[in-house]
């Protein structure tokens, strides 16, 4: 059988179609490959008859799975909104046309046009910030776990960071609010207790430091969890008001963000970047994807003063956003200046959807595929934002023979399904499905169960 294999020139010989489609280099590389693989399953006895190998078929599995997207684009139906390994928050059509727009083409990112000298990437964002939260000055980073970096290397290394001991959170993928101070340099000085911090805390830090410009306070947001029952803590303008007299600056990560009212759609109040800013704090950090439902970015707002030094940190550099982030963030931003957020950003559209919407989607879809049970329900938030909070929803509940395998069935479908079991029932959520997915969801489902 060995003997039986043919050489890397005979067998490319005989996959002209695949040279045309991959390029010779790559084809080449596969069929080495190929026969790699099936000398050493001959001398492993795993292969009986060398005549059952199909060698072109072989050696378009190994390019196709080279070249193929790793991401798979799929229809989230578990009715968690903001799905973080899901990619969080889909992008609205006109995020995603500026930002193909820019990418396809030279553009003027550093170039002032009007004098024909360099420009700066910073100032693109920086009018639609200033008119949406009424701050000074801001400008984008490439998250929201930079824009916290940044600001503690470019205003706190060497002093002392005040922050109740409340907030020293820890976030997906063992991001520690503790361990980005140290790597700032920062000295991490927290006061209160887990569930109560007062006013006078603050108080007692800065009397004990006697040197205002030697610290600054912070406030980082727990985004994904929540402290309750015996707890206190003082108001945000509280806390700003002391630190001000006290003479020095108040920084506040928001996390998440939010640029509306979230109590509007019967979900508790999310912090919002303009409450931050009418409060006093003198820098403001946020996400860019979640709650804001743009591309993944770190934004900054504030006082002129302290954003044009980030700029100028040497660090600035290292955690810059690129240009399709930055005309992705300002063509989501615009959506807020124009008041149709709820149109045009997908996680707002299915956060908006009214429960007998879902209900009329679920029933459809149950008539679509001849079966299936209707099921109050609740969705989540998710990534990270408004812990806790759900939705009322209508579910789509299938009965079949072995949920989990058809379960893994559907995720493994050339246009993935991602939904959960619960009660031996695979269940579905359309909050988080496009009305104008629900007839390709139903045919997918319907093909899958017919293999059953």
């Excluded at 108040?250 to 979900?267: C, H, N, R, V």
């Amino acid at each position: 059988m060995l003997r039986s294999i043919p050489s890397v020139d005979l067998l490319l010989k005989t996959v002209d179609d695949l040279i045309l489609r991959f390029g010779r280099p790559l084809t080449t590389r596969a069929v080495r490959l190929v026969i790699d693989e099936i000398r050493n399953a001959i001398q492993n006895g795993e292969i009986a008859d060398i005549k059952t190998v199909d060698y072109h078929a072989e050696v378009l599995s190994k390019l196709e799975e080279w070249v193929s997207l790793p991401i798979k684009t799929v229809f989230n139906a578990t009715g968690v909104v903001i799905h973080t390994n899901l990619g969080r928050s889909p992008l609205s059509a006109e995020t995603l046309q500026a930002m193909c727009s820019i990418a396809d083409d030279y553009n003027t990112l550093e170039f002032d046009l009007a004098s024909g000298k360099r420009g700066h990437r910073d100032g693109h964002v920086e009018t639609v910030l200033r008119l949406i939260t009424g701050a000074e000055a801001g400008f984008v980073v490439n998250n929201c776990a930079s824009a916290v970096l940044l600001a503690l290397s470019a205003l706190a290394k060497g002093k002392h960071v005040i922050i109740p001991r409340s907030q020293l959170v820890e976030i997906g993928g063992g991001f520690r609010v503790p361990d980005v101070m140290k790597q700032s340099g920062a000295k991490l000085l927290e006061v209160g207790t887990t569930n109560k911090v007062r006013l006078s805390d603050y108080g007692v830090a800065f009397d004990e430091n006697k040197q205002p410009e030697k610290v600054i306070a912070m406030r980082a947001h727990r985004s994904n969890f929540k402290i309750v029952g015996f707890t206190e803590e003082p108001s945000l303008e509280e806390t700003v008001r002391l630190v001000h007299e006290h003479g020095a600056i108040f920084i506040d990560d928001l996390g998440s963000g939010a640029l509306i009212q979230t109590e509007k759609y019967s979900l508790a109040h999310e912090p919002t970047v303009q409450e931050s800013i009418n409060a006093g704090a003198d820098l403001v950090m946020f996400s860019g994807d979640k709650l804001i439902g743009g591309p993944q970015a770190g934004i900054l707002v504030g006082r002129r003063v302290l954003i044009d030094k980030l700029r100028k940190h040497p660090l600035a550099r290292v955690v810059r956003a690129d240009k399709t982030t930055i005309a992705g963030i300002h063509a989501t931003l615009v959506h807020y200046l124009k008041d149709e957020y709820e149109q045009k950003i997908p996680i707002w559209r299915s956060i908006s959807r009214t429960p007998d919407e879902i209900k009329r989607r679920a029933e459809s879809l149950i008539a679509a595929i001849g079966m299936g049970e209707l099921i109050e329900g609740l969705s989540a938030i998710g990534g990270g934002s408004l812990p806790g909070e759900t939705l009322p929803t209508w579910l789509v509940g299938l009965r079949v023979k072995n949920p989990t395998k058809f379960l893994m069935n559907l995720r493994n479908h050339s246009s993935p399904v991602v939904a959960r079991v619960e009660n031996d029932l695979v269940i579905l959520d359309l909050r988080t499905v496009e009305p104008t997915d629900d007839e390709q969801v139903a045919k997918i489902i319907n093909r899958l169960m017919v293999k059953q």
